[in-house]
């Protein structure tokens, strides 16, 4: 699923929203639909404000309201209308939704043991991080494909989202996305669009080095 290879100067910034309560609980959030804490729509504005100036084309995000609150600020600034698609929700995690880092590793130990060890694992029951990908990369690279030459759009997503996206749109095979390190909140990627196909240009942007505090930690 890499890019056209015609070297028409793309780019796509993929951005985790900002913080919530359960990310600071460290409580797996998956596909609840949390809202950002004060500091998190704080994170969310000076995000934006950095991210204005590269002069996004379309925003895109997923419609869980974390993610939903974390665009609006980016199109407050633009002036740009934002497209909603489920397809760009966090990965579900069924059992796991809701329980502290701490209970997961105590109640499912092995389970979380293989998943960091990079092998398929439905945590909770859930989704596998393939099957994220599935739904998510073609989200993304419809949206880019309509953008104009050099054209530049924003997807605002979940971390676990996000890297899996990454991971795909790069052609990596799965085992080896757990080598792209999660996103602080209000952090980004970027990816640019080569002669064959997409390349990691940035990664974790847009902070001093800040704690991952969340679901891909």
């Known amino acids: 699923m890499n890019g056209s290879g015609g070297g028409r100067g793309r780019r796509i910034v993929l951005w985790r929203h900002g913080q919530t309560a359960w990310n600071l609980e460290r409580r797996f959030q998956g596909s609840t639909d949390i809202e950002l804490t004060a500091e998190g729509v704080a994170q969310a504005r000076r995000a ?3 991210l204005a ?3 996004p084309d379309a925003i895109v995000a997923s419609d869980l309201r974390r993610a939903m609150s974390t665009a609006g600020e980016l199109a407050a600034i633009t002036g740009l209308d934002i497209s909603y698609d489920s397809g760009l929700r966090e990965t ?3 059992a796991w939704q809701g329980l502290t880092h701490e209970e997961i ?3 499912y130990g092995e389970q979380y043991a293989a998943w960091k060890r990079g092998e398929p694992v439905r945590r909770g029951g859930g989704e596998l991080e393939t ?3 599935d739904r998510a990369a073609p989200v993304v690279l419809h949206h880019a494909e309509k953008l104009p030459d ?6 605002v997503s979940h971390g676990g989202t996000i890297r899996t996206t990454i991971g795909r749109l790069l052609g990596l095979e799965a085992h080896h996305w757990e080598g792209l390190g999660g996103l602080s909140n209000c952090s980004w990627s970027v ?3 080569g002669a064959r196909g997409w390349r990691l240009l940035e990664h974790n942007a847009g902070t001093l080095p800040e704690p991952v505090l969340g679901d891909d930690d």
């Not at 050099?150 to 997807?155: A, D, I, R, S, Y």
């Open 131 to 133: 099957e994220v990908a």
């Open 53 to 55: 100036p590269l002069k």
């Open 48 to 50: 934006a404000r950095l």
């Open 92 to 94: 579900f995690a069924g």
């Open 105 to 107: 590793v105590g109640q």
């Open 150 to 155: 050099n054209g530049t759009l924003v997807v």
């Open 191 to 193: 990816l640019g669009e």
